[in-house]
């Protein structure tokens, strides 16, 4: 009696969210945008859209592969840009009534009126919501899984973990939506509080990754700096021992009187304390922030694990070596020739130029992407989903209807 009960609930809130007129939307939109996919193949020289060929020093067969390519489509633009923002979105407009419209129609009342436990009937609501997400993953992965398969030659599984990654993003939401739901009994206050939640976890997600990337470039200044004091005694000494070395010192020991080597040591030595200051600091806030933001649901970290389950590392590098290749070159074509005196040429200047897409940076932050523990990303992220929920689920268990 319980499963009958139990799957009665389940098929009546399915059938309330298939006859809304915004399931069939995100799932014809979801089918535009697989048929998208079919349309753009890659060749040794770039993208083929219909018959226009689109040259791309980056994304052609010599750096991806079709199977890679489609896969980075499908994590990038199908999932980070349409399943976790646009249909996620839809969704939480469509399911963000199941409770407001359930406790406030007085369909509460009749259905309390049977011998259905409360806890029972909460999260059979919720678990309809997310039913929404699921179907509507299903049948995009499905296609997008087809697609690889008949255009990229390769027929690959792990699409379908989409699936489970998708709905457990949208579920750090609709927790919210659902406790907030509880609360307000307003569909509008609920919908309008749950995206300026989603807002502020998005914020502080960007703002983490910022502190991490500050704190890798400020890393990789203090090394440039004691590379850069270790390259300046090494000409020293070539000039006391009257030695011809190879490279930078070789130059150095050959063009600069020892006075002014010894002067530019002296800076050197005085630029390291301020910028291993600067590394501290920018350690110390990403810790403070990392720590704070524990306790947070991981939205972007939770839809990167399809791309790490999807895309190899090495495959992923090659494509970032092949765009750090470009950038350099074209760094090389519009930059100003060395000086002919070396005497003016400070190659501790480096340090302050040392930006985000710098190589070994980037290199880095792609290491730490996949480093990520599971643990990290989804435990501490469905602790708090798990919280939201019983405080949601008590709410509604001891509120007098």
């Given amino acids: ?61 010599q750096n991806l592969s079709s ?9 990038n633009l199908g999932v980070k840009f349409w399943l976790t923002w646009g249909a996620a979105i839809l969704a939480l407009v469509s399911t963000a009534s199941i409770f407001p419209d359930f406790l406030a129609g007085g369909a509460i009342e009749l259905t309390l009126s049977k011998p259905i436990g409360r806890l029972r009937l909460f999260f059979t609501k919720y678990l309809a919501g997310l039913l929404f997400v699921a179907l509507q993953v299903v049948v995009f992965s499905l296609g997008s899984f087809l697609i690889i398969g008949l255009k990229g030659g390769a027929w690959e599984f792990g699409l379908f973990l989409a699936v489970p990654i998708v709905v457990a993003f949208f579920s750090y939401l609709f927790c919210i939506c659902t406790l907030l739901g509880v609360v307000t009994r307003s ?5 309008i ?18 502190f991490e990337m500050q704190k890798v470039v400020s890393a ?30 070789a130059a150095l020991a050959a063009r600069l009187s020892l006075p002014d080597q010894e002067r530019k040591l002296e800076q050197a030595r005085a630029a390291l304390p301020a910028a291993e200051e600067r590394a501290a600091g920018w350690r110390k806030w990403h810790t403070r922030l990392w720590a704070a933001r524990l306790v947070l649901p991981k939205t972007a970290e939770t839809t990167a694990l399809l791309e790490r ?6 495959e992923l590098q090659k494509m970032l070596d092949a765009s750090q290749g470009r950038a350099e070159r074209a760094g090389r074509r519009g930059a100003k020739p060395p000086p002919e ?14 930006q985000e897409d710098d190589p070994e940076v980037q290199n880095q932050l792609n290491e730490r992407k996949y480093e990520r523990s599971l ?22 268990k001891r509120r007098d209807f």
């Fill in 67 to 75: 199977e890679s390519f489609y896969k980075f489509m499908f994590v």
């Fill in 220 to 249: 990789r200044q203090v090394e440039l700096n004691r590379l850069d004091i270790a390259q300046r005694e090494k000409a020293i000494e070539a000039v006391k021992a009257g030695e011809s070395n190879n490279g930078f010192a």
């Fill in 341 to 354: 005196d070396l005497a003016d040429f400070d190659p501790s200047e480096k340090m302050g130029r040392v």
């Fill in 187 to 191: 569909t509008i206050a609920s919908l």
């Fill in 309 to 314: 389950g999807l895309i190899a590392k090495d």
């Fill in 193 to 210: 509080l749950t995206l300026l939640v989603w807002f502020v976890f998005s914020a502080v997600g960007t703002v983490q990754a910022l």
């Fill in 375 to 396: 643990w990290w990303v989804l435990g501490t992220s469905f602790a708090f989903e798990g919280m939201v929920l019983a405080l949601a689920a008590w709410m509604f």
């Fill in 1 to 61: 009696m319980v499963l009958t009960q139990t799957r009665a609930l389940f098929l009546d809130a399915y059938r309330e969210l298939n006859a809304k007129r915004l399931f069939w939307f995100v799932l014809a939109l979801s089918g535009v945008l697989v048929g998208a996919f079919a349309l753009v193949s890659i060749n040794e020289e770039g993208l083929t859209i219909l018959t226009w060929d689109i040259p791309n020093p980056v994304l052609n067969t």
